[in-house]
């Protein structure tokens, strides 16, 4: 893990892939209780609350993580 700043101060945390996904998997046991894994068989299944602001933000971190950009504001 690498950590840098933005122009305007932000820290941002570079992080590889391992990094990513153990990240990931806390982020996704937190709000929702499951797995990663869990989350994302129900969620391409659209067994999820999209209503619930948890799911897209998960969603989009898994998005993240899939396309290589593991950048992590701080």
Known sequence: ???T????GTPVL????QEYARFL????????GVS???FTERYL???LDEADP???MLAGLLWIGQ???RRVAA
């Open 54 to 56: 948890d799911v897209p």
């Open 1 to 3: 893990m690498t950590q």
């Open 14 to 17: 570079d992080l590889d892939a």
């Open 67 to 69: 396309n290589g950009d």
């Open 45 to 47: 299944a659209g067994t």
């Open 25 to 32: 998997e806390g982020e996704v046991r937190a709000r929702m």
């Open 36 to 38: 990663v894994a869990v």
């Open 5 to 8: 700043e933005t122009p305007a």
